[in-house]
């Protein structure tokens, strides 16, 4: 079956609106995903008619919201392939989730002189959580670079791990240059705990974590056409079993007296405090919503999209695009000489088209390209080949103008 994309198209609202007299052309899909009606609507009935505090109740309200609440770890676990729900832990995105490893698991655990692997692909979300460790307990990061297309050697990320190596961080799909990288080559290479970055990943392609062999998968809902503020962190039993508490207050706890305190079991553990309620139920929609089109089908379409918008921009002689390894992501980052990306961005924003321009949180992957910024056309499930054309046409506007 393949993707009905004037169909999806019909269910996201905002793909109507016009910028200025011309139709809007959403190319920043890597940034944040626009959100369909039935994530709208789940968000809307869940205030309007089912809103409680959960866990805490035993009122038909806290009964519902609770129920809907919870529901939703079901189906995060269905959509990354997990074998236990209580695997799954809550969190308002990758950051909070990555952040979360850094305190819980591996601050108590590593010491001055450990080492912690990651690549120069990074988002920052996968490298100021483990700066942290470095600048407070001498932890030493170990960094592997770029191939000249854009891709990760897995072989070089094994090579890079030591004696004193107790962590390999690693992105499933760079957010500038959409390269993906092979993960399970990475996680059953090695003995060394993996944690994976799957921001950009999750949302373009089937993932199973237990076929990936890793130990931490994060994902972030405003990426996946769910609610910002909504997202997921899955930790193995094993690892969750190492962790230490990470926030204290309610539902995180088993008994409080005035000498000791015990701990709920995992997953609660880790879900301080009143939850994002309604983000996640909104985030449980919009998987559902990924996985009735089947991200099969959403992996073809945005692999055909992509091979049409590599062949339409590399035709740009003029434009330097960051990254073609093989298997890419419909994740384009460019640069024009004598426009600064902001520049570029500002005038496709004038003709309709929303890309992003800056670093795009991934400093050090842009320095390797010797750039400030990049602007970066990203495309999605609801984009098209005419959408593409509208973009070519932009960039070779903005060359006329920048001569």
């Not at 770890?73 to 850094?102: C, K, M, P, Q, Y």
């Not at 993932?207 to 909504?230: E, I, Q």
Request: net charge negative; charged share 20%.
């Amino acid at each position: 079956m393949s993707l009905d994309v004037a169909r999806v198209r019909a269910d996201f609202p905002i793909l109507s609106t016009r910028v200025g007299n011309r139709p809007l052309v959403y190319l920043d899909s890597a940034a944040s995903a626009q959100k369909p009606q039935v994530v709208i609507d789940a968000i809307s009935r869940a205030y309007a008619g089912e809103y409680a505090n959960v866990h805490r109740g035993l009122h038909h309200l806290s009964n519902l919201a609770t129920a809907n609440y919870e529901r939703v770890r079901g189906i995060i676990a269905r959509f990354l392939g997990a074998a236990h729900e209580d695997e799954v832990i809550f969190t308002t995105g990758s950051t909070e989730g990555i952040n979360l490893v850094s305190y819980a698991w591996a601050a108590p655990r590593l010491q001055a002189g450990d080492e912690i692997v990651l690549s120069v692909l990074e988002h920052h979300a996968n490298i100021v959580p483990w700066h942290f460790l470095r600048e407070r307990q001498g932890v030493v990061l170990r960094w592997v670079e770029r191939e000249a297309d854009g891709s990760l050697s897995a072989d070089k990320v094994l090579a890079a791990v030591g004696p004193r190596t107790r962590l390999i961080a690693v992105t499933h799909m760079s957010n500038v240059t959409g390269t993906v990288v092979d993960v399970a080559t990475i996680a059953r290479g090695t003995d060394v705990p993996v944690l994976v970055d799957g921001s950009q990943a999750a949302v373009h392609m089937p993932v199973n974590v237990a076929a990936l062999g890793c130990d931490f998968y994060a994902v972030t809902g405003h990426k996946l056409y769910g609610p910002s503020g909504s997202g997921a962190i899955w930790i193995s039993r094993a690892r969750q079993a190492e962790m230490r508490p990470f926030l204290g207050g309610g539902d995180m706890i088993h008994e409080v007296t005035r000498e000791v305190v015990s701990y709920a079991a995992p997953p609660l553990r880790f879900e301080a405090g009143t939850p994002g309620i309604v983000n996640q139920i909104g985030l449980g929609a919009a998987l559902e919503y990924l996985m009735a089109l089947g991200m099969d089908n959403i992996a073809a379409h945005e692999r055909d999209l992509g091979a049409y918008a590599a062949q339409r921009l590399s035709a740009l002689d003029w434009l330097d695009i960051q990254g073609n390894a093989p298997g890419k992501g419909a994740i384009f980052s460019m640069a024009m000489q004598g426009a600064h990306a902001h520049d570029i961005s500002t005038i496709l924003d004038k003709q309709g088209i929303a890309v992003r321009a800056g670093t795009h949180c991934a400093m050090p992957l842009m320095q390797s390209y010797g750039l400030p910024a990049s602007a970066r056309a990203s495309f999605a499930l609801y984009n098209t080949r005419a959408e593409v054309d509208a973009l070519v046409a932009g960039l070779e506007f903005c060359r006329e103008l920048f001569g």
